[in-house]
């Protein structure tokens, strides 16, 4: 059962353009939200995390958009740029936890010149 | 300060062997998750030691099982080791359950 479900698989944006991903959870215990960026051959690293009283959270050029109501969250990438060029995934936790993550698939980001 | 840190990078072993991994969490860490990563994959969430006491478990079978040391360093041990678990294996570092993680770079895992 896949708990959290990321779109797109994979996305091509040129350089100075907006990445957009987005994710979808079934459980309504979850109450942490991170990003995760990945590059080959490395662990993820955290990018952003939300919790749901809030629903926007930015930081630099990465923000998060949280709907409570309808279940998801989405990623934006302002002004992309090719060293952005990795997988990104959602993930969500529950009970006041940061780590027992339930991941989305993935989504690879090429940025284009 | 140094992150958190996994050897071996990657090993090869055949199906029905046991498998080692080691993990070393972030300096002041006291908690350890371990999580294993299919190729083009999601990370999935194994299990989670903390203080030594193992402290909630995915959805895998009993031949997976680990081991946290009073260092707070950790060990996921494989047994009878089939295809399916050729995977990046991630150990990832938290100060407590409820606080973010920091994931190491990984261990490639083959099964042959």
């Known amino acids: 059962q896949q708990q959290v479900k990321q779109s797109p698989q994979s996305l091509i944006v040129q350089k100075g353009g907006i990445s957009i991903i987005n994710c979808a959870y079934e459980?309504?215990?979850?109450?942490?939200f991170p990003w995760y960026q990945q590059f080959p051959g490395k662990g993820p690293a955290l990018l952003i995390a939300?919790?749901?009283?809030?629903s926007e959270k930015k930081e630099g050029r990465f923000t998060i958009s949280f709907n409570k109501s309808a279940k998801q969250f989405s990623l934006h990438i302002m002004d992309s740029q090719p060293g952005d060029s990795a997988t990104y995934f959602c993930?969500?936790?529950?009970?006041?936890?940061?780590?027992?993550?339930?991941f989305g698939t993935g989504t690879r980001l090429q940025v284009t010149l | 300060e140094t992150g958190v840190t996994q050897s071996p990078t990657h090993l090869i072993k055949t199906r029905g062997q046991q498998v080692t991994l080691r993990c070393s969490s972030q300096?002041?860490?006291?908690?350890v998750s371990w999580y294993q990563q299919a190729l083009g994959q999601g990370p999935q969430f194994i299990f989670q030691?903390?203080?030594?006491?193992?402290?909630g478990r995915g959805n895998f079978p009993p031949r997976f099982s680990g081991l946290q040391f009073p260092n707070y360093s950790s060990e996921l041990n494989v047994n009878a080791l089939e295809l399916d678990d050729s995977a990046l294996y991630l150990c990832?570092?938290?100060?407590?359950?409820?606080?973010?993680?920091?994931f190491g770079p990984g261990t490639r895992l083959t099964v042959l």
């Open positions: 990832a570092s938290s100060f407590g359950p409820l606080n973010e993680q920091f």
């Open positions: 459980n309504t215990a979850f109450d942490y």
């Open positions: 939300i919790r749901p009283d809030v």
């Open positions: 993930a969500a936790s529950k009970a006041g936890t940061a780590s027992k993550l339930t």
């Open positions: 300096s002041g860490h006291n908690t």
């Open positions: 030691y903390y203080r030594e006491e193992e402290n």
